[in-house]
């Protein structure tokens, strides 16, 4: 599920996986196979890489069961805290997806962006907390082991990490180093960590049909003059 390679069928919270089956982002080089919402017909596991927000929705119902605790109050304690952050963070989840956890509380799972309501209230000072968080190796907050992972390439969409953009050749991102990785979300926004600048960088509301030109010339900047 990491990978966006899971190929998970079933309903989370109503919502079937089926309709964003066959979808198209911005930012996956491949063509679109076929209409959105179509019947595709399921691959094995970790052979076939589609985004699908219904999927990441289970994931993190996964992941609420795993912790047995809020995904908003795991969040919160154990990252944007430790690294001074937190002002006004909220995740809320859908009005209908209250779960029973095994100590009896009955709690919400939240969804994993915005597609269909929902989703993330967080600062960009928070985000930049967290892209620095990514470029430091984890500092301490987060396992140096698991950042690394984030930045491996799946392997049949090496554009991908593990729910991280990648720029591999330099073609997804054009402008931007090689060694560069996204956080990508709804409405143009951007966490750009560029270890080989040792910088990150924060864009939001960024419109879509600029964001090549933005990159390229943020990227320019950071490189520097050449000899």
């Known amino acids: 599920m990491l990978t966006q390679t899971s190929e998970w069928e079933g309903e989370c919270f109503g919502l079937p996986d089926t309709v964003d089956r066959w979808r198209k982002v911005a930012n996956d080089p491949r063509p679109a196979g ?17 985004y699908n927000d219904v999927r990441i929705n289970q994931l993190a119902l996964a992941l609420l069961h795993l912790f047995q605790r809020p995904l908003p ?7 944007l805290r430790p690294l001074g952050g937190g002002e006004g963070f909220a995740w809320r989840g859908y009005d209908d997806a209250w779960v029973t956890l095994a100590d009896g509380r009955h709690v919400q ?8 309501g929902a989703g993330v209230s967080i600062s960009a000072r928070d985000q930049a907390r967290i892209g620095q968080l990514m470029l430091g190796g984890g500092q301490g907050v987060m396992p140096a082991t698991w950042i690394e992972r984030m930045q491996q390439p799946c392997p ?29 979300g709804a409405g143009g926004h951007h966490v750009w960590i560029d270890p080989e600048n040792d910088c990150v960088t924060v ?10 030109e933005v990159i390229r010339r943020l990227g320019a900047a950071l490189a520097g003059p050449r000899d």
């Open 109 to 116: 799972s939240v969804p994993g962006g915005t597609h269909w």
């Open 73 to 79: 109050e795991v969040f919160l304690a154990e990252l």
């Open 203 to 212: 864009l939001r509301w960024l419109d879509a049909a600029a964001a090549p």
């Open 156 to 184: 049949i969409a090496p554009f991908y990490g593990r729910l991280v953009w990648l720029n591999p050749d330099g073609r997804s991102f054009p402008g931007a180093s090689a060694r560069s990785y996204f956080l990508l």
């Open 34 to 50: 076929g209409p959105k919402g179509g019947a595709r017909p399921l691959q094995p596991p970790g052979s076939y890489w589609e």
